[in-house]
């Protein structure tokens, strides 16, 4: 069956489901939105533990064989799920149950790492499973007018190149470096980013493709990437730190994503470092980012020497050309520079002393580094740790443990496919919490289930 002979094409089901992600925890109001709540209960449970016998689904949710069968039988003329082979071993000996697994294919979701200088856009199935990739260079600084345009134009491409049907894109989900007011949904007054205050950045998304957008930090992004498939699967206390040109976290506290009140946690490249300290983006002087972000490591490298056989050399007005970047310290870095190994050294060193603070209020057991400055790997990371273990409480740095991010250049977009998916599906934690119960053959009743997503 085709999904225009089912009436509702599976990619209607999981738009709605994007900005409608709770429709499970909510008191339904109506028998349309029990069935609704109903089905993503199903569908929730067949994709984290499937494939499953719907005797079994019937058991797990509470809900009728009846029920189970009619919403089953929904979701195979949609699509959204197949049936499969049976069971090795049948129940006292009656007939072998078919299974029913999710159809991971049935959806698309587009994950974008929006960097102040580079993006990355992911497709992805319904498993979070990388099926497509792109990247390329990006500048902030031609404001949103342009750079959305060109994002928009950019996510097209992706889709058509690798001949993926646009009808089943169900969502798209963006990281952004700057503070993301969590009820407003748009950043707000981001340091780095002039033009970009209060743009209505998911709207405009949203009216060119057609589908839904949701919009976070990229580094609360990041580090729920690194949580479900990276570094810091199993941990519940946990941060990912962006060192780039901007220094800014994700923090996870119990499982869960800290947005703060109104989403602007985890800008820990602003703490004051030194208050009589350079002028920081920020408009305040001495921040972290404004003595250890990437152009002030650039500075001191340049100041120790760095460079200055091949400045003596240059011709006058070539000087654009010969502009040193971070990675061109780090890389000289790695390979013996005094100069670079000095700067970097320095800028780890004002880091480490930040973070002995952030790991004494937080007690995270894993901190993960990402970004240009994460390039120089040990070099940066072991000032960082001797500096934790100096300043920071005995009981908290010694069970954390500092490394740079698995999941590098994709983490970001990764975390941001994923945000799609936990507003349609719920987090793990949530699914976990419903299968608990099977083996006792307790009923999870609907009404108490929380969302529980993490984003
Ligand atoms: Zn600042």
């Known amino acids: 069956m085709t999904p225009s002979d089912a009436g509702v094409p599976p990619s209607a089901r999981w738009r709605d489901a994007v900005v409608r992600p709770n429709v499970v925890g909510h008191r339904a109001s109506d028998l349309h939105d029990m069935r609704e709540a109903n089905i993503t209960l199903v569908l929730r449970l067949i994709r984290q533990h499937g494939p499953l016998a719907r005797v079994a689904i019937a058991r797990r949710t509470g809900l009728s064989r009846t029920t189970v069968s009619s919403i089953v039988d929904g979701l195979l003329a949609e699509e959204i799920v197949r049936e499969g082979e049976?069971?090795?071993?049948?129940?006292?000996?009656?007939?072998?149950?078919?299974?029913?697994?999710?159809?991971?294919?049935?959806?698309?979701?587009?994950?974008?790492?929006?960097?102040?200088?580079?993006?990355?856009?992911?497709?992805?199935?319904?498993?979070?499973?990388?099926?497509?990739?792109?990247?390329?260079?990006?500048?902030?600084?031609?404001g949103p007018d342009v750079l959305l345009q060109r994002l928009i134009s950019e996510i097209r491409q992706l889709v058509t190149e690798h001949h993926l049907d646009w009808d089943r894109v169900v969502g798209v989900g963006m990281g952004i470096p700057g503070p993301v007011d969590a009820t407003l949904n748009m950043l707000v007054t981001p340091p780095r980013m002039a033009g970009w205050d209060m743009v209505d950045v998911t709207g405009i998304l949203r009216s060119a493709l057609g589908v839904p957008v949701l919009l976070n930090n990229d580094a609360n992004l990041g580090a729920l990437a690194e949580g479900r498939y990276g570094e810091a699967v199993g941990a519940s206390n946990y941060i990912y730190v962006k060192v780039g040109t901007g220094i800014g976290c994700g923090l996870v506290i119990d499982g869960k994503i800290y947005r703060g009140s109104s989403g602007v946690a985890g800008e820990f490249g602003h703490f004051t470092i030194d208050k009589d300290g350079p002028l920081c983006a920020c408009g305040n002087h001495g921040c972290l980012e404004a003595v250890a972000g990437a152009p002030q490591i650039v500075r001191m490298a340049l100041s120790a020497g760095y460079g200055q056989g091949e400045a003596a050399a240059r011709a006058p007005g070539d000087d654009e050309d010969a502009e040193v970047d971070v990675a061109d310290v780090i890389e000289a870095a790695l390979h013996g520079d005094m100069a670079c190994r000095a700067a970097v050294g320095r800028a780890a060193e004002l880091i480490g002393v930040a973070m002995a603070g952030l790991v004494n209020l937080v007690n995270p057991s894993v901190i993960l580094l990402y970004g240009s400055v994460a390039r120089a790997g040990e070099l940066l990371l072991e000032p960082i740790r001797q500096a934790i273990r100096e300043r920071s409480l005995l009981a908290a740095s010694r069970t954390v443990r500092v490394q740079t991010s698995a999941l590098g250049d994709s983490a970001i977009a990764l975390g941001a496919a994923t945000m799609v998916l936990d507003a349609i599906f719920g987090s793990p934690v949530y699914i976990e919490h419903v299968a608990g119960d099977d083996e006792a053959g307790e009923a999870p009743a609907l009404g108490a289930v929380g969302g529980a997503t993490n984003a």
């Not at 129940?91 to 960097?115: C, W, Y």
């Open 86 to 142: 049976t069971l090795n071993a049948a129940p006292s000996g009656g007939r072998r149950p078919t299974l029913v697994h999710f159809n991971e294919s049935a959806g698309i979701i587009i994950g974008v790492d929006f960097g102040r200088t580079h993006f990355t856009l992911l497709a992805t199935d319904l498993h979070a499973h990388i099926i497509a990739r792109k990247s390329g260079p990006c500048d902030t600084d031609l």
